[in-house]
């Protein structure tokens, strides 16, 4: 049924875009530099970093913000800790740092943990699941709103619902006053970006594998990608140009068809505990009843890279058009996984691998362009 209902879709509805999961080639072709990354520290489930005025670099992890000194950054102090998990940490201007916390909206503390600030909700709907936030020359705070059905955590029950997108993006003071809807109706947007001229931004909707620029003056949306290999989560600006795009899971076939099942889809989140769903992951601990497919079956103990991935990280440096320029892999069998966040900060890029807990780091290579 699904397959006549996608000929039907391709003969009459030939502009619809297309959603077929492209390869892994060109600047997305394969490596281990991801993998290759120097561990710096571990965290219990850490999600998203940012560099402080005072030259520290928080981390969040659970519900507890970390500000980590020393060049390991091993040599952490609890900052501040919010009410429940916190996910994308931001800083403004002036030195507010602002964290998403789940099912709670958007939180500002002062450089002394003191929170100073809160926005749970707009237009009388609750910010449940802030999943990214941006700052602008100018002050104007942007944030994702993921979900209004879902909290953060739940991006997995999001994805099997397969509902229509009702995620937002929204602006606000730097105070976090004065919020208004900027654009509604997205697809999980995981990511959000001030663009180099800043006249627009930047925002990744993970559920429709897309990267889109809306325009600060009036609104108005270019696609830039419509069809990523991966799911994109946050991003960040590069030194050189482009963006740097953290996809904390890729896309399967074994997903994409289970996608189309409804009756079996809700038949499964019914009976199967989350964590054994067909779907993807963000990694970490190995269950042997977990779904897989026959590539991924281990022979000779060894998993090959080139398995259908279940988990995987990813980091690529993508140019004003969307084209990507270069990626960073943590394959298959690797221990760096689940990336849900990247900064580049001097000539050192730092990513989060939530799924198995570390914050790592790659040296930029000045010669190549930025090159990691």
């Not at 030259?55 to 609890?78: F, Q, T, W």
């Not at 955590?153 to 929204?170: E, F, K």
């Not at 964590?275 to 060894?302: A, H, M, S, V």
């Not at 995987?312 to 320029?325: F, I, K, N, P």
Request: charged share 20%; hydrophobic share 40%.
């Amino acid at each position: 049924m699904s397959l006549a209902r996608d000929i039907i879709d391709r003969v009459f509805f030939p502009n619809r875009d297309v959603h077929a999961i492209p390869v892994l080639d060109g600047g997305f072709s394969p490596n281990q530099r991801l993998e290759q990354a120097e561990v710096l520290a571990s965290f219990e489930a850490p999600d998203s970093l940012a560099l402080g005025p005072d030259g520290r670099l928080y981390v969040s992890a659970g519900p507890a913000i970390h500000a980590c000194s020393g060049s390991r950054l091993d040599k952490p102090e609890i900052f501040a800790r919010a009410e429940a998990p916190v996910s994308a940490l931001r800083w403004t201007g002036d030195g507010r740092l602002l964290a998403a916390v789940d099912g709670r909206g958007l939180h500002a503390f002062d450089r002394g943990g003191k929170l100073v600030a809160r926005l749970d909700a707009l237009g009388g709907v609750p910010l449940r699941c802030v999943t990214a936030i941006a700052v602008a020359a100018d002050g104007t705070v942007y944030a994702t709103d993921g979900s209004r059905h879902n909290e953060a955590a739940q991006w997995l029950t999001d994805l099997m619902q397969n509902r229509r997108g009702s995620g937002r993006l929204i602006a606000a003071a730097s105070d976090l006053s004065n919020p208004r809807l900027v654009k509604d109706g997205l697809s999980w947007p995981a990511g959000v970006a001030i663009g180099h001229d800043e006249k627009e931004v930047l925002v990744g909707e993970a559920w429709a594998h897309g990267l889109s620029a809306v325009s600060r003056a009036d609104g108005s949306v270019r696609r830039l990608v419509r069809n990523f290999v991966g799911y994109p989560g946050r991003i960040c600006r590069s030194a050189k140009g482009g963006y740097w795009v953290a996809f904390f899971a890729l896309r399967t076939q074994l997903t994409e068809f289970i996608l189309r099942e409804p009756i079996f889809r809700m038949k499964m989140m019914e009976q199967v505990p989350p964590d054994l769903w067909i779907g993807p992951t963000l990694g970490g601990k190995f269950d042997y009843r977990e779904p897989t497919q026959i590539g991924r079956i281990k022979k000779l103990g060894i998993q090959k890279p080139w398995a259908p991935p279940r988990s995987y990280g990813l980091v690529a440096r993508l140019d004003e058009q969307g084209q990507a320029l270069e990626s960073l892999h943590s394959r298959v069998s690797g221990n760096l996984h689940g990336i849900t966040d990247v900064a580049e900060i001097g000539t050192t890029l730092y990513a989060v691998s939530k799924g198995h807990g570390k914050v790592a780091s790659v040296a930029l290579t000045p010669a190549a362009g930025g090159r990691a």
